[in-house]
C-alpha cells in the first residue's frame, strides 16, 4: 500500500512569489492535515481538511490556505512568501479525522524562500 | 489547551544501554498520545500511541511507552539501544477538543554511542 506522497521534494522561491505544495493520501483516507516544521520552531499544525471542507486551521496568516480536492489529495498554497516561511512543510492523512486515529506522514516538502 | 512537553533536547545513550525519553503533557479532557520518529531528512513514522486502552503501549523497534495519568506522562523507553534508533523523537498529543490537530512537543535528538 502505497503511503502518503508530497511534491516537490524541494522547492525554492524568491520573497514575495507564491509557493504551491501537494499531498496525495493513503488511499481510503478522507483528511489530510499540513504542519509546518521550521527551524527552531518545531511542528506546528497549519491546516486540517476533511471531506472536501476546511474543518480546523492553526495560528498562520491568511496567505497560508489550500484545499482538498474530490479524490482527497490537497493543495497547500502559501501567497507573499517571506523568508521566515522556510521551513518542512508535512502532509499527513487519516480515516476520518477523529482525533485517536493515527496520522500518517509523508516525506515531506522543503520550501526554501530567498 | 493541550501542551507536550519533551524533557531533554538532546539524549545521549551507549549502545545496547537504557533508552528513556520523558514527555509530560496537559490536557483537559482525555488525552490520545502518540510518538512518532523522524530520521534525516523524512517524515515522521508513527512508533506507538495511546488511546485509552492499556495503560502499557508496546510499539515498533523494541520501544514501549507507559501512560501515567497522576503525573501527566507518557515516557518513552527501550530496554538496548542500537545505533539504528539514533532519531529526533516527538511526543504529540490530540483530544476530542483539539479539532483532531496534533500538538507536538518540541522534540528529543536521540545519540547513540558506540
Known amino acids: 500500500e502505497a503511503g502518503v506522497t508530497q511534491s516537490p521534494t524541494h522547492l525554492i522561491k524568491t520573497r514575495g512569489q507564491q509557493a504551491t505544495l501537494r499531498c496525495s493520501p493513503i488511499s481510503g483516507h478522507t483528511s489530510v492535515y499540513w504542519y509546518q516544521q521550521a527551524l527552531g520552531l518545531g511542528l506546528q499544525f497549519l491546516l486540517w481538511y476533511d471531506e472536501g471542507e476546511e474543518r480546523n486551521r492553526g495560528n498562520f496568516p491568511p496567505r497560508f490556505s489550500g484545499r482538498q480536492f474530490p479524490n482527497y489529495s490537497s493543495e497547500l498554497n502559501v501567497n507573499a512568501l517571506e523568508l521566515e516561511d522556510s521551513a518542512l512543510y508535512l502532509c499527513?492523512?487519516?480515516?476520518?479525522?477523529?482525533?485517536?486515529?493515527?496520522?500518517?506522514f509523508g516525506p515531506g516538502t522543503r520550501l526554501l524562500v530567498l | 489547551a493541550q501542551s507536550v512537553t519533551q524533557l531533554g533536547s538532546h539524549v545521549s545513550v551507549s549502545e545496547g544501554a537504557l533508552v528513556l525519553l520523558r514527555c509530560n503533557y496537559s490536557?483537559?479532557?482525555?488525552?490520545?498520545l502518540f510518538w512518532y520518529v523522524q530520521y534525516p531528512n523524512q517524515g515522521l513514522q508513527l512508533l506507538l500511541k495511546?488511546?485509552?486502552?492499556?495503560?502499557l503501549v508496546k510499539g515498533i523497534n523494541g520501544f514501549e511507552a507507559e501512560f501515567k495519568k497522576s503525573e501527566t506522562s507518557f515516557h518513552l523507553t527501550k530496554p538496548s539501544a542500537h545505533m539504528s534508533d539514533a532519531a529526533e523523537y516527538f511526543c504529540a498529543v490530540s483530544g476530542e477538543t483539539s479539532g483532531s490537530r496534533l500538538t507536538f512537543g518540541e522534540g528529543t535528538q536521540l545519540t547513540v554511542n558506540p
Open positions: 499527513a492523512s487519516n480515516l476520518g479525522g477523529t482525533s485517536k486515529e493515527t496520522q500518517y
Open positions: 490536557s483537559s479532557v482525555p488525552p490520545y
Open positions: 495511546y488511546t485509552s486502552a492499556a495503560t
